[in-house]
């Protein structure tokens, strides 16, 4: 069964960068689509970024500041956070399927 563990979370001032990784473990198919969702307290949660063989997808709000990428061979996808804002602050949660990881906590503040 797979199991993803996310990772990279932190605090960071407006304007700076973070960069999240997913790991993942057991049977990863290269045709499903993993992605980067996001929950802000008091909202629904609402996808960030996806990503499958060949194409990638973003929400309006992150184009152009977020870049998401794969490794095949680690099994491994990230999410590169450029020029954050503080409405970019939520849990990030890493999607495969039917499985979520945890999450990890995204605080943008000054």
């Known amino acids: 069964q797979v199991q993803l563990v996310e990772s990279g979370g932190g605090l960071v001032e407006p304007g700076g960068s973070l960069r999240l990784s997913c790991a993942a473990s057991g049977t990863i198919e290269s045709f499903w689509a993993m992605g980067w969702h996001r929950q802000a307290p008091g909202k629904q949660r609402e996808l960030v970024a996806a990503i499958s063989a060949g194409s990638t997808d973003y929400a309006e709000s992150v184009k152009g500041r977020f870049t998401i990428s794969r490794d095949w061979l680690k099994d491994t996808v990230y999410l590169q956070m450029n020029s954050l804002k503080p409405e970019d602050t939520a849990i990030y949660y890493c999607?495969?399927?039917?499985?979520w990881g945890l999450g990890t906590q995204v605080t943008v503040s000054s």
């Open positions: 999607n495969y399927r039917s499985r």
